[in-house]
Structures are given as structure tokens and as C-alpha cells.
């Protein structure tokens, strides 16, 4: 089945800054790449996502990159602000979606 | 507000003891699913069902069981807790081919 990896594991940035959350996965047949993000005590929120037609997106301060050659894709938070401070998931899956995988997570920290 | 509810919020419970957690959602998405977040292993997926009548198993099925008698109710069943269930479960929801809705969770405590 598919497996995806997540780094870094923790992210810690200065307001204002950039911050890059890196994925990998192993299925080719994966097709649809969404991105989670989960503040504490809640459930994880979808932010963005993107499917293999298109090589990037974007939506105001998030975008994702998408490489499929590489199996790889990538989330994007510029002018990043406290309230950017959660924990980020990658996910791949194929058009039925009966199993998506996750990663492991990435912890971001925006320090004021 | 549209979205899933789960219920309890949390719970401890003895080993040995049944316990059925609940998810509803409200949006007429044809597919649920259950997941189980763990420290370090990100989420994994318990059971899935496709559309009312149908379910699946996920990557980690063993020790639960489901059901999806309409389409807006899915809830999970421990038959006999054991405290390796310990952690948190997600119920989500979607349209085939999109993102997950998620629920808020339940937190469970296997002693």
C-alpha cells in the first residue's frame, strides 16, 4: 500500500517568515494530495489540496507543489502569524479515497 | 453548522468492556471513515464505507467493528477494549474524490 513521510517531524519559524513541510510518497497510481491542519483539541481542518494534473496551487499565503517524476509534494506558508501554529498532515490517495494515507505530521511554531 | 458530531468527547474505559463510539454528519456525503491518531504515527485508518449498506477495513481493522445502516450514521465498536486501543479517535467524512471532513474526536482511555 502507500506510504507517505513527513519532515520535519517539528518547524520552528519567526512571524513573517517562510515555512516549507515536505512529503513523499511511494504509490505512482496516487493521484490526490491534500493537506490537514489540526490545532490542539480539535479535529484536522483541509487547507488545500491538489491532484496530479496540476503541478502547483495556491490560495492566498498556502500553496502546494506537486512533483510527480520525484513522488513528492510540498506545502508552502508564507508571512507566516501565531495563529499559523498547528500541526500539519500530508495525505496521498487515489481518486476512491478508501486509502488515504497520511503522514506522520509536522508540528509548526510561530513564534511572535 | 454543518459538519460530523462525535460523541462521547471522551471516555475511560475498563479492559474487556464494549464501548461504541458515535459519528453522525449532516452533509450527505456518501463516504466515513475511522481513524485512530496515535503520537508519532500520524492517523490511520480503522474501517471505511463507501455508501450506505457497504463497509471496508482500513490498514489497522483488528479488534473493531462497524456499520452503516443510512448514510448519516457510522459509528465504531470495540467488542472487548484492550489498552493498545488507547488513543484518539476521528471520525471523517467525504465525497468520493475529495477532501476529508473531520470530527472533533473521541478521546478513550483503555485501563
Known amino acids: 500500500g502507500e506510504n507517505v513521510e513527513q519532515h520535519p517531524s517539528t518547524l520552528s519559524v519567526q512571524e513573517g517568515d517562510s515555512a516549507v513541510i515536505k512529503c513523499t510518497y511511494s504509490d505512482s497510481a496516487s493521484n490526490y494530495f491534500p493537506w490537514y491542519k489540526q490545532e490542539l483539541g480539535k479535529g484536522p481542518q483541509l487547507i488545500i489540496d491538489i491532484r496530479s494534473n496540476v503541478g502547483e496551487k495556491k490560495d492566498q499565503r498556502i500553496a502546494v507543489t506537486l512533483n510527480k517524476t520525484a513522488k513528492h509534494f510540498s506545502l508552502h506558508i508564507t508571512e507566516t502569524q501565531p495563529e499559523d501554529s498547528a500541526v500539519y498532515f500530508c495525505a496521498a490517495s487515489m481518486d476512491n479515497n478508501n486509502d488515504m494515507r497520511f503522514g506522520a505530521g509536522t508540528r509548526l511554531t510561530v513564534k511572535p | 453548522i454543518a459538519g460530523i458530531t462525535q460523541a462521547p468527547t471522551s471516555q475511560i474505559l475498563a479492559a474487556g468492556r464494549r464501548m461504541t463510539l458515535r459519528c453522525t454528519q449532516d452533509m450527505r456525503h456518501n463516504a466515513m471513515y475511522w481513524y485512530r491518531q496515535d503520537l508519532g504515527l500520524g492517523l490511520r485508518l480503522i474501517h471505511y464505507s463507501n455508501t450506505a449498506g457497504t463497509t471496508g477495513k482500513g490498514e489497522v481493522p483488528d479488534g473493531y467493528s462497524v456499520s452503516r445502516a443510512n448514510t448519516d450514521d457510522f459509528p465504531l465498536t470495540l467488542a472487548s477494549a484492550v489498552p493498545s486501543q488507547t488513543s484518539v479517535y476521528f471520525c471523517?467524512?467525504?465525497?468520493?474524490?475529495?477532501?476529508?471532513?473531520f470530527g472533533s474526536g473521541t478521546r478513550l482511555t483503555v485501563v
Open positions: 471523517a467524512s467525504s465525497e468520493t474524490g475529495y477532501g476529508y471532513t
